[in-house]
């Protein structure tokens, strides 16, 4: 079993920057593939980006490249998404997945074991 706690959204302009962060409570973390997904109301689950479970290999939604980057941190437990030029059409609930497996990259919500609660990001135009 493993705990994701997701922070750092928040209510910004268009244009700014946020940073979200993902603690896992694992001793483990190394062995994880990590995404992050996203879903505004009426809408369906997306993922905007995730990570193999050694970092190297990562992979970013279309509709966020060059924007958003994910990065895993093994040393810290850490995964994150750095959000810049955040839209409107960003606004959405964001969410941390982890799934055990090794040297594995998935976009699948499915194929995610692990799911944090949450944290609300809200872009005004």
């Known amino acids: 079993q493993v705990q994701l706690v997701e922070s750092g959204g928040g209510l910004v302009q268009a244009g700014d920057s946020l940073r979200l962060s993902c603690a896992a409570s694992?001793?483990?973390?190394?062995?994880?593939?990590m995404a992050w997904f996203r879903q505004a109301p009426g809408e369906e689950r997306e993922c905007v980006a995730a990570?193999?479970?050694?970092?190297?290999?990562?992979y970013t939604a279309v509709s966020v490249k060059g924007r958003f980057t994910m990065s895993k941190d093994n040393a810290k437990n850490m995964a994150t998404l750095q959000m810049n030029s955040l839209k409107h059409e960003d606004t959405a609930r964001y969410y941390c997945?982890?799934?055990?497996?090794?040297?594995?990259?998935?976009?699948?919500?499915?194929?995610?074991?692990?799911w944090g609660q949450g944290t609300q990001v809200t872009v005004s135009s």
């Open positions: 694992t001793r483990t973390f190394g062995g994880y593939a």
């Open positions: 990570v193999r479970d050694d970092g190297v290999a990562t």
């Open positions: 997945a982890a799934r055990w497996d090794y040297r594995y990259l998935t976009d699948y919500s499915r194929q995610y074991d692990y």
